[in-house]
Every structure is written in C-alpha cells, then in structure tokens.
C-alpha cells in the first residue's frame, strides 16, 4: 500500500533562507508524486509534479523537488524563503488515486 | 483555466441535519474527488467517481453518501450530520493525466 510521511508538521525559516520541506514515501513501484500548496481559507494549488522522466522538477513561485528513487524521497526545496510562502504544504502520492501527506506549515520570519 | 467551484464557502448545520455539499467542475474531466481536511490529519478520501453514476468508497466513507448524475456535478451528502463532520471538506476534479484541480473548500460547522 502507497502512504506518504512528511517529516515535521511546522518549519520556520527566516526571509531569504533555504526552504526544505521533507517527503518520503512508500510504494511497490515508483509512483507519481506531487507537491501541493493551501494558503489560508483556500483549495490546494499544484506546485509542481513528478511522472517520469528528469527527476529534477521546477515548479511555480521558485519551488523545485528532485525525486530519488534509492532514498524514495520527493523533498521540496526553494533557495530563498519570501514572506508570501508562508503557508501549508502537502505532498501526494498517486498509482491511482492521491495519496496525501499530513501537510508541513511553513512559517516565514522577517 | 479548469475551474472546480464548491456551492458554499462556510455552511452552519444542526446536528441530525441532511447536508448537501454541491461540487461543480467546467472541464469535462472524468474523475471527480471528495476529500476532508482536519489539522493534523491531512486530507482523507470519502468518495470518489470516475463516471457518471459511478461511485466508489475511499478512506472514510461512513456517514457519508455521494451522487453523480451528472459528468460535471459530484455531490456529497451527510445523512444525518454530526458534530464530529465539522471539518473543510473539499471536492477535486481531474483527467486520467493525474492532473488533480482543487475547489475552495467548504467549511462545515455541526452544531
């Protein structure tokens, strides 16, 4: 069975710092993977996505995540942290229907 | 721009209330998703539909019911609300390309 664990449910950078958020997952055979964004009282916006081929994945706002087979690991990354990231991020795992994580809210300090 | 549009932002309901969580998507997609967000627990799957009329069970079907007459309208119903389906719930739309479009979400208070 397919589940997703994103490691730590809040992480705070400080403006222009490194982002990391964290996914690993666990399936039979490598999946489709996601990375999606909930800012406050709204739905969730794709941030970007891994099917297959490069698994270096650039997606909106500067976020980017490389997908690694051996770690099966999808992490999200942005060189640097703007106060307009602030908000709650989840990765998804699909052979079929989407697996989500629990979500990492990130908080962004001036 | 595919558009997934949920009929209410915020709903009150009493408790014992039939609810009725209205999803509609413009763009002809196959696939249509109701999920539910709690903190902590992230989204969980209630129902899902690949066709019209067709219906299947995901995570946490109980309580709940969903009808798709319908391509472009998948509804979920809450029998008899509780307090403990207070929670966003939130209706997704996609293709078979795995490309999944959110609605706002809805946020259901049972009192």
């Known amino acids: 069975a397919q589940s997703v664990t994103q490691l730590g449910s809040h992480v705070s950078v400080s403006e222009g710092a490194l982002v990391l958020l964290r996914c690993n997952y666990s399936?039979?055979?490598?999946?489709?993977l996601f990375w999606y964004v909930q800012y406050p009282n709204q739905g969730l916006q794709l941030l970007l996505k891994y099917t297959t081929g490069a698994t270096l994945v650039k997606g909106i706002n500067g976020f980017e995540a490389e997908f690694k087979k051996s770690e099966t690991s999808f992490h999200l990354t942005k060189p640097s942290a703007h106060m307009s990231d602030a908000a709650e991020y989840f990765c998804a795992v699909s052979l079929g229907n989407l697996i989500f994580g629990k979500g990492t809210k990130l908080s962004v300090k001036p | 721009d595919v558009k997934v549009t949920q009929s209410s932002r915020y709903l009150v309901k009493r408790t014992g209330e039939k609810v009725f969580l209205e999803c509609v998507q413009d763009m002809d997609h196959e696939n249509m998703f109701w999920y539910r967000q709690d903190p902590g627990l992230g989204l969980r799957l209630i129902y899902f539909s690949y066709d019209v009329k067709m219906k299947e069970k995901g995570d946490i079907p109980e309580g709940y019911s969903v009808s798709r007459e319908k391509k472009e309208r998948f509804s979920l119903i809450l029998e008899s609300a509780s307090t403990n389906q207070t929670s966003m719930y939130l209706c997704a739309s996609s293709t078979r390309s795995y490309g999944y479009t959110f609605g706002s979400g809805t946020r259901l208070t049972v009192v």
């Open positions: 399936s039979s055979v490598p999946p489709y």
